[in-house]
């Protein structure tokens, strides 16, 4: 075996290697944005435990909002993993809005770090709540309305043969979070 060209191979897939399909890069980046989708299902789906098994030891958790009246980033959330174990627990025991909540996420971008063990994730959200009761449950039961609109930054790292989330920010564009929104969104 010639060194030089092993080096030149790694080298090569490490920078997306003109013409190479399925380069080692684009594998990388396929997987971050299936990450941050597949995790959209588990939360649309409830799946709180499955959801945070995508989640590293040393993960945090933030939901922030910018506010002009203030001049100061608000923090509605800021949690680290057993954090977020111990409110996954605890949850079902208070007394919670159970309307659904779907996300409509779209992935802008995934950079990943020079030697790819790392990537940073922008993606939009949108989330919809669906009414099982509402102030006036006759009338409101059943309707979908507009719960919130934001932005999730990702940080992800790769690690043997899995994708595991290091840190999530949802940067919310409204200042109003309703009642039943305790769970991860």
């Known amino acids: 075996m010639d060194p030089r060209k092993d080096a030149a191979m790694e ?31 588990m939360l649309d789906e409830q799946r709180w435990n499955d959801w945070l098994a995508l989640c590293a030891e040393d993960f945090t958790y933030d939901i922030k909002s910018w506010s002009p009246e203030i001049n100061y980033d608000m923090t509605y959330l800021h949690a680290s993993r057993k954090d977020l174990d111990s409110l996954i627990r605890l949850l079902p025991k208070h007394n919670t809005d159970h309307s659904p909540l779907t996300r409509h996420t779209s992935v802008y971008t995934v950079e990943l770090s020079s030697d790819g063990t790392t990537a940073q994730v922008i993606s939009s959200v949108v989330i919809f709540q669906h009414l099982l009761d509402g102030t006036n449950s006759h009338i409101d039961s059943g309707e979908s309305r507009l719960f919130l609109v934001g932005k999730y930054y990702d940080q992800l790292r790769f690690e043997e043969g899995a994708v595991k989330f290091t840190a999530r920010e949802l940067r919310l564009l409204n200042r109003r979070l309703d009642k039943g929104s305790h769970w991860p969104l």
């Not at 920078?15 to 597949?38: F, H, I, N, P």
Request: glycine share 16%; no cysteine; net charge neutral.
């Open 11 to 41: 080298t090569s897939m490490l920078t997306g290697g003109a013409g190479q399909v399925g380069s080692y890069l684009d594998q990388r980046q396929g997987l971050a944005r299936d990450a941050v989708y597949q995790a959209s299902l």
